[in-house]
Each structure stands twice: as C-alpha cells, then as structure tokens.
C-alpha cells in the first residue's frame, strides 16, 4: 500500500507546483507592461482633437482628411507588421530573442485590429459604405507620397553623385532620320480626265500592179507577164513553141 502511494503523492506534488509556477507567472506578466513596438500614434491623436473642437466646430472636409491620413498611417504599421512577424517568429525559436519583443509585437497586432474596426465605424458614420474602401483609398494615396519624395530626392542624389565622382557629360546619341519611302509619281490631269487609246499600227497596202497591155500581136511584155504570173490563151497558144519532130500540117500539105 505505501509503495502506491508514495508515487501518486510524488506526481500529485510535481504537477501541483507547475500549477502554481504558471498561475503566478501568467499574473506577473499581465500586469507587467511592455514596451510599445509602434510610436505614439499623432495621426490619431490630431484627429481627436479635431473632434472635440466646438468653438468653432470643425468643418466636416478636415475631418475627413484627417481621417484619411490616420488610415494611411495603420495600413503602414500593418505593413510593418506582416514584413515583421515571420523573421521574429523565427528568431524567438532559435533563442536570439527574449519573450518581450514577441509580446509587443502580439500586443500591436491586436491594437492595430481594434484601430481598423474603428477607423471603419468613423468612416461610415460620415459616408455609408466608405469604411470598405478608406484604407484602399488610404494605401494609395501612402504611394503617391512615396514616388513624390523619391522625385524630389533626384536633385540633391544628383549633386551627391556628381561630388562623388565627379561630373561628366552625357554621351550624345545621333539619331538617324528614318528612311521616306519612295512616293508614286502622279499622273496628270489630262491624262487622269481623258487617257489616250493606243493607236494601233495601219497595215501597208499592197502596190497597185499595172494591169497587163497587150501588144499588137497579141504578145505580152516578158516582165508583165513574170511579175503577174498569167497568161491569156493567146498568149499560150502564139509563146508555146512547137515540137521540132511534130511538123505542122502547112508544111506537110506542101
């Protein structure tokens, strides 16, 4: 029976006084206060005093700036804050840093998310349906700032540069005019109103030959009767010769 009890009582007795180790632990650190991980908030604390102006009371515009730039401030601390988590987060589990630092951080986060809702509330109290898109409005307004600044910041990083290492002309660049393409002469207005037909070649007429004149004897010339190629039968009978073994019947009735 004694060995029984002996380790019930030495359990009973270890995790009684874990009990009260964590009970006065967890009461130490909730009244203990942390350090604040954002800077007073004087975009907020502007807009309250603008609230409990009465004499005279402030114009609702001004308020409404003020509300803006109050969002514009919490969308850049919960930038922050998102930037910030994962590397704390990792470096609290290797040990780099203390418990204090993950408080403030989970301490700011919950005040960021009260500070929205009632960012929101203001926002619709003023306009209905404002408080869905003031911090869009807000979160681009925050880069306006941004790429304003970095514009005003050329000429003085200019002249650094230049004291730096000294100031050099620009390398000037010759730009070649781009090539005109060649234009299509016009035709002109004559031709344009009444074009000419081209005339085509007339074929030469055939030399008129001399029509054949016969001689007194019936004979005609050798050249006419060449160059025409036809002969009458006169001519055929009177030019054709006749056969020196044939004589005629003249001769032979004689």
Request: hydrophobic content about 40%.
């Given at each position: 029976m004694a060995s029984v009890l002996i380790p019930v009582l030495y359990v009973f007795i270890v995790f009684g006084s874990l009990l009260v180790f964590s009970y006065f632990y967890r009461r130490r650190n909730a009244r203990?206060?942390?350090?604040?991980?954002?800077?007073?908030?004087?975009?907020?604390?502007?807009?309250?005093?603008?609230?409990?102006?009465?004499?005279?009371?402030?114009?609702?515009?001004?308020?409404?700036?003020?509300?803006?730039?109050?969002?514009?401030?919490?969308?850049?601390?919960?930038?922050?804050?998102?930037?910030?988590?994962?590397?704390?987060?990792?470096?609290?589990?290797?040990?780099?840093?203390?418990?204090?630092?993950?408080?403030?951080?989970?301490?700011?986060?919950?005040?960021?998310?009260?500070?929205?809702?009632?960012?929101?509330?203001?926002?619709?109290?003023?306009?209905?349906?404002?408080?869905?898109?003031?911090?869009?409005?807000?979160?681009?307004?925050?880069?306006?700032?941004?790429?304003?600044?970095?514009?005003?910041?050329?000429?003085?990083?200019?002249?650094?540069?230049?004291?730096?290492?000294?100031?050099?002309?620009?390398?000037?660049?010759?730009?070649?005019?781009a090539p005109q393409a060649p234009s299509t002469p016009q035709p002109p207005a004559a031709a344009t109103l009444a074009p000419s037909t081209p005339s085509t070649p007339s074929t030469p007429s055939r030399p008129v030959t001399p029509s054949s004149a016969k001689s007194p004897n019936g004979l005609a010339p050798p050249s006419a009767g060449a160059d025409s190629g036809t002969f009458s039968d006169s001519d055929r009978s009177v030019s054709t010769p006749s056969s020196p073994r044939s004589p005629s019947k003249s001769v032979s009735q004689s």
């Open positions: 203990k206060v942390y350090e604040a991980y954002f800077p007073p908030h004087h975009e907020r604390d502007v807009y309250f005093s603008l609230m409990q102006m009465s004499d005279p009371p402030a114009p609702e515009s001004l308020l409404k700036a003020a509300l803006v730039r109050r969002a514009m401030t919490d969308v850049t601390r919960i930038i922050r804050l998102r930037e910030d988590k994962p590397a704390l987060q990792n470096l609290l589990q290797k040990g780099s840093i203390g418990d204090d630092l993950w408080n403030s951080l989970l301490a700011a986060e919950k005040e960021m998310e009260a500070e929205i809702l009632e960012v929101a509330a203001e926002a619709n109290a003023y306009v209905e349906g404002w408080g869905t898109v003031i911090f869009q409005t807000a979160t681009e307004m925050m880069h306006n700032e941004k790429m304003r600044s970095l514009v005003e910041q050329i000429p003085s990083i200019r002249a650094e540069a230049e004291r730096k290492y000294g100031r050099s002309a620009l390398p000037k660049m010759a730009v070649e005019p």
